[in-house]
């Protein structure tokens, strides 16, 4: 081609500048809109020998006609058109543009003199076949020629697609993952993921989710748009199983047509997938978690009906048993011999404890299935509370432990119903009697601005930190050694905490191990926060008291542990023998002594450390020993035993209300010579004894 110059050195503009300025150096001007390059402005020279060899995307549109040159970092942008724009005129270099952006940009710049730029700036362009979304940052100049006015426009631009595509589609999966966690029901996660799908639609332009052949959702008018879409723009997408059992699925979506399908593209439907199905593996973990819920709630129901029904058929025998015994209690002379008497007295004492337990598990499971009935009444806080705590006074004061009161004035009506605020006195003094042996128990009254505060405090064995949490807790039972029984159900406080929060009030404990223990329930003043139609006048009584049941039990614990060893009761009939009984019921404890003493020597003790001390004081024949006690207790008291060379070969008998085989074994695993399960009978142990 004849590049039109009379003067080679004039065209020194045109120096260097890789493939574009050999393309430049080679094209013949003469036919473009420009003219012969030895005939162009200075300043359209001094401008293309900067655009040349600069490492950056430029491109210069010149003259009224806006005739394209660009340099070769530029050439990606226009793709498939490279070179053959080079020399054109932008109207025909970028003629999809053309009248529906840049020519306003370029005559704009011109007109006014003033640059022009923007950071993401959307072009559609056509550079690769088809109508491709493009994004850039860009800086418009304008390059002034001899005259002063503006002969070009100088564009300096950088291509931001990938990262603006990119960022786009990311947030698109943050959101995705976002609603993953709400998702409830299979169903539910496709609705979810499909919605988000929705809402940003540049990337996915519909979508279709399939579980088991089954359409879930889709977006709107997808059916639609999938008719009318182009094969090469739908894409099916294999959903795998959500885990075992899992369902498989398909998800169907549009791909952006002026988006090329390269890798980066299928990545990201790739983990848009991946998304779908962690939305349906938390799905199905929801579904199975609500599934479990739901049956442990159906188990739980029905064990609060059976214990209510139970507990209702135990208060029939239970009351027939009774009241036959406070008749003969009330009637010694209706009984044989003291010792007659005695035992009925034994059966009495130990029937109302039943009867309290049962009473007890028909309380909790009446206030886990909803139907306890309140009676709120105003109440004179101080007199009521230190009036039940009296219940206890003897008792703490024949054990050698203080007891104090104090009250302080509060100044507010505080309402509560008697029946349940007795329980709740009477559970916490007892279990501080049961956990305290020596030093005080204090109660203590006083207000807060809306509340009234009732505390015990014991200066007790105290609760291990890491156990406070769950003090409270249904059938939840703290080992402390140092306890005058380990005899308990759990539940005591677990309903002491039920009958705070049917007040609208809170409990909480706070301890120390080896100081004491104080628990502290707070009821609101007045009776907004109660239900209305369970507020009644006050009635000055008590509708039916268990406080005899309370005082018998703790007494129960005083006759057992505060009896030193040498004080125990031992029977020495003819037989040399001897029987070295160890139970921390006293009860039980004196009727296994007396079913044994026909026959042996017996001496009974309290507690496993008790045992083991005289067993080394004085060898007995055979050791009977219960499980659970205070101190140390069978399975310590077994394995101290058979620590000791001088003990060891004793035989070792161990009394247990865990029935069943299992426990029997578990026994005899841990040395036992044999095991004897609660209750027995002087024929059934007699028979056993023999046997052993």
Not at 69 to 96: C, I, M, T
Not at 295 to 302: I, P, S, T, Y
């Amino acid at each position: 081609m004849n590049i039109g110059s009379r003067d080679p050195a004039s065209l020194t503009f045109l120096a260097g500048g890789g493939e574009m300025g050999s393309r430049m150096r080679a094209i013949d001007w003469a036919r473009t809109p420009l003219g012969p390059s030895d005939e162009w402005a200075q300043s359209l020279r001094s401008t293309v020998s900067m655009l040349l060899p600069s490492k950056a995307q430029i491109i210069v549109f010149w003259g009224p006609e806006f005739v394209v040159l660009y340099n070769d970092a530029y050439r990606p942008v226009f793709g498939a058109k490279h070179p053959h724009v080079l020399g054109q005129p932008g109207r025909a270099a970028w003629s999809e543009i053309w009248d529906t952006q840049l020519r306003e940009l370029l005559e704009g710049v011109v007109r006014t003199g003033e640059a022009f730029s923007a950071r993401d700036l959307l072009f559609e362009v056509e550079r690769n076949g088809f109508l491709e979304e493009t994004y850039f940052d860009v800086s418009y100049d304008p390059v002034r020629v001899e005259s002063g006015g503006v002969g070009g426009v100088f564009c300096i631009v950088t291509e931001t697609t990938e990262r603006v595509v990119g960022q786009r589609r990311m947030a698109l999966l943050r959101n995705l993952a976002e609603r993953n966690a709400t998702a409830r029901t299979a169903r539910d996660a496709c609705v979810l993921a499909t919605e988000v799908l929705a809402a940003n639609p540049a990337d996915v332009t519909f979508a279709l989710a399939h579980l088991d052949d089954e359409l879930q959702s889709a977006t709107p008018a997808a059916g639609h748009r999938l008719a009318q879409a182009d094969p090469d723009h739908v894409k099916t997408l294999a959903i795998p199983p959500s885990g075992t059992g899992g369902r498989a699925g398909r998800l169907v979506v549009g791909i952006n047509s002026r988006r090329p399908f390269d890798d980066h593209y299928r990545s990201f439907l790739d983990l848009v997938v991946d998304q779908f199905t962690t939305a349906l593996v938390n799905a199905r973990a929801y579904e199975e978690e609500r599934r479990r819920a739901e049956a442990l709630a159906a188990l739980d129901r029905a064990k609060t009906v059976f214990f209510s029904n139970v507990s209702h058929e135990f208060r029939t025998p239970l009351t027939l048993m009774l009241g036959p015994l406070e008749d003969l209690v009330t009637r010694p002379a209706a009984l044989a011999s003291q010792e007659d008497h005695e035992l009925v007295r034994v059966i009495h004492r130990n029937g109302l404890r039943l009867l309290k337990l049962v009473n007890t598990l028909l309380e909790f499971s009446r206030i886990e299935a909803g139907r306890v009935r309140a009676r709120f009444e105003p109440v004179d806080f101080c007199a009521l509370t230190t009036e039940l705590a009296s219940t206890f006074r003897s008792t703490f004061e024949l054990a050698g432990l203080s007891f104090t009161t104090e009250c302080h004035a509060l100044g507010a009506p505080v309402y509560v119903d008697r029946d349940m605020w007795e329980k709740i006195v009477l559970n916490l003094l007892s279990n501080a009697f049961k956990f305290t042996l020596d030093g005080s128990i204090g109660i203590r009254i006083r207000p807060t601005p809306d509340r009234a505060i009732f505390e015990v405090t014991d200066t007790g064995a105290g609760i291990p930190a890491e156990e406070l949490l769950r003090i409270f807790d249904r059938f939840h039972r703290v080992e402390i050694p140092r306890a005058r029984s380990h005899e308990g159900s759990g539940i005591g406080l677990a309903l002491v905490s039920e009958l705070v929060k049917l007040h609208g009030g809170e409990i909480s404990a706070a301890s120390k191990v080896g100081e004491g223990t104080t628990f502290t329930v707070s009821i609101p003043f007045g009776e907004s926060h109660l239900p209305a139609d369970q507020i009644a006048p006050s009635s000055g009584s008590v509708r039916a008291s268990e406080r005899q049941a309370y005082v018998d039990e703790a007494s129960g614990w005083l006759r057992g542990v505060e009896q030193a060893p040498e004080a125990a009761m031992a029977v020495e009939p003819p037989s040399t023998a001897r029987v070295l009984l160890a139970d921390d019921n006293a009860d039980m404890a004196d009727y296994a002594r007396r079913i044994l003493s026909d026959r042996w020597s017996v001496n009974t003790v309290h507690n496993g450390r008790d045992a083991l001390r005289v067993a080394r004081e004085r060898r007995p024949d055979v050791i009977v020993t219960d499980i659970m006690m205070p101190e140390l207790d069978g399975v310590g008291l077994l394995r101290e035993v058979r620590a000791d060379a001088e003990l060891a070969s004793i035989p070792v008998i161990m009394l247990s209300a865990r029935a069943g085989e299992e426990a029997r074994i578990e026994g005899l695993v841990a040395g036992a010579d044999d095991y004897l399960v609660k209750p027995f009978s002087a024929r059934t142990s007699s028979r056993e004894s023999t046997r052993s």
